[in-house]
């Protein structure tokens, strides 16, 4: 029994754990999140800075911040039809992560890799 009630503890104990960024206050603290734009080359510039916002307004996440950037120190291919290292960074409350997630966006300092030189440069928007 002894076991059982220990186990069960750990299990709870990391449960709460991984849950903790939810106990996050509204205003305590804000972070930067991504998105690919979509665009393809020779074909589609992909979303623009306001359909970004736009889409998470409409989830109830408030961006702070917006702003059309490039992902940095990787090469990509110059070829029709091709991805491009166009992104859209939001500055949001930290609590939204999770629901930004479920849109498609992630913590805009998983880009960063001082290591490997990658990076991510904010720029002028194109569209």
């Not at 206050?25 to 589609?44: M, N």
């Not at 949001?92 to 913590?107: M, P, R, S, W």
Request: net charge positive; aromatic share 4%.
């Amino acid at each position: 029994m002894k076991m059982i009630t220990i186990i069960n503890g750990t299990i709870l104990s990391l449960m709460l754990t991984g849950c903790s960024h939810a106990n996050v206050k509204a205003g305590e603290s804000s972070l930067f999140v991504y998105k690919t734009k979509g665009a393809i080359q020779c074909e589609s510039k992909g979303i623009t800075l306001q359909q970004s916002v736009q889409e998470l307004d409409k989830a109830g996440i408030k961006a702070e911040k917006s702003h059309c950037a490039i992902m940095t120190g990787m090469s990509m291919i110059a070829m029709c039809g091709a991805g491009t290292s166009d992104i859209i960074v939001h500055k949001i409350d930290a609590k939204n992560l999770v629901n930004a997630k479920t849109l498609g966006f992630d913590e805009a300092k998983k880009l960063i890799d001082e290591k490997r030189g990658l990076n991510y440069k904010i720029t002028q928007c194109k569209n």
